[in-house]
């Protein structure tokens, strides 16, 4: 069965610093992978995809992606308490398959 | 751009009752839209793939004949929740994926509540 497994968390961290999200994934076949962010009793919205070994950034937002290790993460710097959300890995293999979501870990950054 | 809606946000219905949920693409053709069930603090979890012009591939344990899935164009799947009870009760949130793509774009959701 393919996976996607995250830390629950919840994982805090002080406003201004780096928060790290880390996610393992079981099928070597994956070829893309993606961060969501949910907050409490919405639904989830696109941080970022990345599709390449190595390191992807979008303003305060890196993901980086280790196919070798079978390991994505993404790194928020200067979290600030708004930051403060469920983050959703997820990965799909090639052609177009469904994508499978991990459980999510919960980020607190507190003030 | 990649804008993805549903109707209604909320929903109470008694017992016994269908409920349609809709899910259209506002700014993109999705061939393949999907729709989850959420369930207060779980995961996401798959229901089914709505594929344009053919017939929804469901997940294990969905039972297609309550939850009845249409993708009649490229940008309007509907999920209609027959017979609900109760224990439908839910966080349903539709995703659409633009031709050509693999990113999925999420809706709103729909938060149904049956009585």
């Known amino acids: 069965q393919k996976e996607v497994e995250q830390n629950s968390g919840p994982l805090s961290v002080p406003e201004g610093a780096i ?7 079981s099928d070597r076949g994956s070829q893309s992978f993606f961060w969501y962010r949910q907050y409490s009793g919405k639904s989830p919205e696109l941080i970022m995809s990345i599709y390449s070994n190595g390191d992807k950034e979008d303003g305060r937002f890196t ?14 710097r200067d979290s600030q308490p708004s930051d403060s959300a469920t983050y959703l890995c997820a990965g799909s293999g090639s052609g177009y398959q469904k994508v499978t979501f991990g459980t999510g870990t919960k980020l607190q950054v507190i003030p | 751009g990649a804008v ?4 209604p946000s909320r929903v109470i219905c008694k017992s016994g009752t269908s409920v349609k949920i809709e899910c259209r693409s ?3 053709q999705a061939t393949t839209m999907f729709w989850y069930r959420q369930f207060p603090k779980k995961s ?3 229901m089914a793939t709505s594929n344009e012009g053919s017939k929804a591939t469901y997940e ?14 490229l940008t309007l799947s509907t999920l209609t929740v027959t017979s609900a009870h109760p224990e439908d009760s839910s966080f349903y949130i539709c995703s659409a994926r633009p031709s050509g793509q693999e990113t999925q774009y999420f ?3 729909t938060r149904l509540l049956v009585l």
């Open chain 1, 19 to 25: 928060a790290s999200l880390n996610c393992t994934y």
């Open chain 1, 63 to 76: 993901a980086q992606l280790n196919k070798a290790s079978q390991y994505v993460s993404l790194l928020i």
């Open chain 2, 4 to 7: 993805v809606s549903q109707h």
């Open chain 2, 26 to 28: 506002l700014d993109f």
């Open chain 2, 44 to 46: 996401l979890m798959l």
């Open chain 2, 60 to 73: 294990q344990g969905v039972e297609k004949d309550k939850f009845l899935i249409n993708h009649a164009s």
């Open chain 2, 107 to 109: 809706g709103p959701g």
